[in-house]
């Protein structure tokens, strides 16, 4: 069992909180409003779900889930720039700009942006190339074995691992992609899944992986 903080529990958070929860770990809302739609929604989904404080939550997790939109990320992470040392910080953020670009013109990725902010924190991106419905429901059937793949980033292997392991209690096949600056081409699949999704109106979809 994990401890488990999720900043935002919005389309992507509430349904990985929610789920998270679920298989048994102690998930906690770090709400910066108790009583915000979107907290209020999550609770609804799932009353199991706690609620603290960001800095209480934070402080007892042994992982954080970052699911606030990109713009937000320095009012959400500067207050709790100390609590965040060496914690597992998972980046579910996208940085979108205008018609659907990279948000940071490619130049470097949001989640190496967020590691600049939180310099200590052991960032990892995971939980960005798909839409919330995958994350609502990952159920392929047909497939045999085979798992929707779930490609993620970072720069610490102990944080990957434990990200990797959440994801396969998922029902996700992890793949790690490597160090947090390959976060850039997992941004770009985001958008490219965000441009299919649009095309077909259709978001029930994903990757897998076939290796020899
Ligand atoms: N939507 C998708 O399918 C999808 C898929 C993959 C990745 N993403 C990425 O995931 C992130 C979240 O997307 P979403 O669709 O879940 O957004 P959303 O539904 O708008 O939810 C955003 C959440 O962030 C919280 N928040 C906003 N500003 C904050 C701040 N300054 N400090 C703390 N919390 C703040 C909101 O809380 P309040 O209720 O208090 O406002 C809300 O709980 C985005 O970066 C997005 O690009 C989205």
Redesign the pocket.
């Known amino acids: 069992m994990m401890k488990i903080a999720f900043?935002?529990?919005?389309?992507?958070?509430?349904p990985l909180a929610n789920r998270l929860q679920k298989l048994g770990h102690q998930v906690t809302i770090?709400?910066?409003?108790p009583q915000?739609?979107?907290?209020l929604s999550?609770l609804a989904l799932n009353p199991a779900l706690l609620i603290q404080t960001?800095l209480a939550a934070i402080e007892t997790a042994d992982a954080i889930f970052l699911?606030?939109?990109?713009?937000?990320i320095e009012?959400?992470l500067t207050p709790l720039k100390l609590a965040l040392n060496g914690k597992v910080l998972v980046d579910?953020?996208?940085?979108?700009g205008a018609n659907l670009s990279h948000g940071l013109q490619s130049k470097i990725s949001?989640s190496e942006t967020i590691q600049q902010l939180v310099l200590d924190a052991r960032v990892v991106k995971a939980?960005?190339?798909?839409?919330?419905?995958n994350?609502e429901d990952n159920h392929y059937p047909g497939y045999g074995d085979l798992k929707p793949a779930m490609l993620i980033a970072g720069n610490d292997p102990v944080a990957k691992a434990t990200i990797s392991d959440l994801c396969q209690q998922l029902g996700w096949e992890p793949i790690d992609t490597g160090n947090l600056a390959m976060s850039l081409h997992l941004e770009h699949m985001?958008l490219l899944w965000i441009k299919m999704a649009g095309a077909q109106r259709n978001?029930g979809f994903v990757w897998a992986r076939l290796q020899r």
């Not at 900043?7 to 509430?14: D, E, H, K, S």
């Not at 699911?67 to 937000?72: G, V």
């Not at 579910?92 to 979108?96: F, G, L, P, S």
């Not at 939980?127 to 419905?133: H, R, V």
């Open positions: 900043i935002g529990v919005g389309n992507v958070g509430a770090a709400a910066r409003d915000s739609q979107t907290v999550a960001p699911a606030t939109p990109f713009a937000a009012s959400a579910c953020t996208n940085t979108v949001g939980f960005t190339i798909y839409g919330y419905e994350f985001a978001g």
